[in-house]
């Protein structure tokens, strides 16, 4: 199970599909210490520092976990934050506060909030959701867990 948010990164027009998140360095820091001080003292840098930045929107560059090779994962990067979840898998609410606490230090640790704009907030579910999970079908699902009404 993956949430996903992405939000908008300022183009640079000398390279063909670049950009940059103007916050992202400051964001970093400010989440390495939030999750550091709150189970999640693993971080894991998956892309060399020497790599530009501005090749990478969209792509997530650090993961934090709560032990090595431990789930749950956070993961961030230029314009990207990520939540992931698999072996500890237990169905919507086991997982909804983990999404909450993530998305929550996304937000405290963004340094200019007031322009961080969001422009695609995903749930993607690869095999995640059984009748073990609650789950019957697509819309009593969005109803029940995610308070959707059709």
């Known amino acids: ?8 990164l ?3 027009n000398t390279i063909p599909g670049g ?3 103007p916050f992202y360095d400051i964001l970093k820091d400010n989440l390495v210490k939030e999750f550091s001080q709150n189970g999640f003292p693993n971080v894991i840098t998956k892309v060399p520092n020497d790599v530009p930045r501005e090749f990478l929107g969209g792509r997530t560059i650090l993961q934090f976990r709560p032990e090595d090779n431990g789930w749950p994962l956070y993961q961030l990067g230029p314009g990207v934050f990520t939540v992931n979840i698999t072996k500890k898998y237990n169905g919507w609410l086991s997982f909804q506060p983990i999404i909450a606490k993530g998305i ?3 937000i405290s640790a963004h340094p200019a909030i007031n322009i961080f704009d969001i422009n695609s907030l995903q749930l993607i579910a690869i095999d995640a959701y059984s009748s073990r999970h609650g789950y019957d079908n697509y819309q009593q699902f969005t109803e029940k867990f995610l308070k959707l009404n059709n």
Request: cysteine-free; glycine content about 0%.
């Open 1 to 8: 199970m993956i949430v996903e948010v992405k939000w908008r």
């Open 10 to 12: 300022e183009s640079i």
């Open 19 to 21: 950009a940059i998140d």
């Open 104 to 106: 929550n230090a996304l």
